[in-house]
């Protein structure tokens, strides 16, 4: 038995949400030491330059905060009455799936390119 792409959509969109949340605090905490002088922006950006652990993770939470992004919004064009059936419905959810594949490749490319 398999998942319907729009359980798929949904549950990964649930998934990016804890990442999301959970990461951003992360986040948070490298900027602010990377405001809280120029030695300190130095050593955020040198994390990202040269560790690819770190490089790895800012990729992951930008791919969860892309993909999270497009599934809200499909959420809202669904709330608004818009793909409702079972045919909009799977053709918004690959919309989603394709578009968090996508930006999640752009961000690769721009990351390590």
Not at 2 to 25: E, Y
Not at 62 to 69: C, D, I, L, N
Not at 89 to 101: H, P, T
Request: net charge negative; hydrophobic share 60%.
């Amino acid at each position: 038995m398999a998942f319907p792409v729009t359980a798929i959509a949904s549950i990964a969109h649930r998934i990016c949400a804890v990442i999301v949340w959970l990461g951003w605090g992360g986040l948070l905490v490298a900027a602010t030491i990377a405001l809280e002088s120029p030695a300190g922006f130095a050593a955020v950006a040198d994390a990202l330059d040269r560790h690819f652990a770190v490089q790895f993770v800012a990729w992951g939470l930008g791919s969860a905060t892309g993909y999270y992004a497009f599934a809200s919004l499909k959420h809202l064009l669904q709330d608004l009455g818009f793909f409702e059936d079972l045919a909009g419905g799977r053709a918004i959810s690959w919309a989603v799936l394709i578009l968090g594949a996508v930006s999640s490749l752009i961000l690769g490319v721009w990351l390590w390119g």
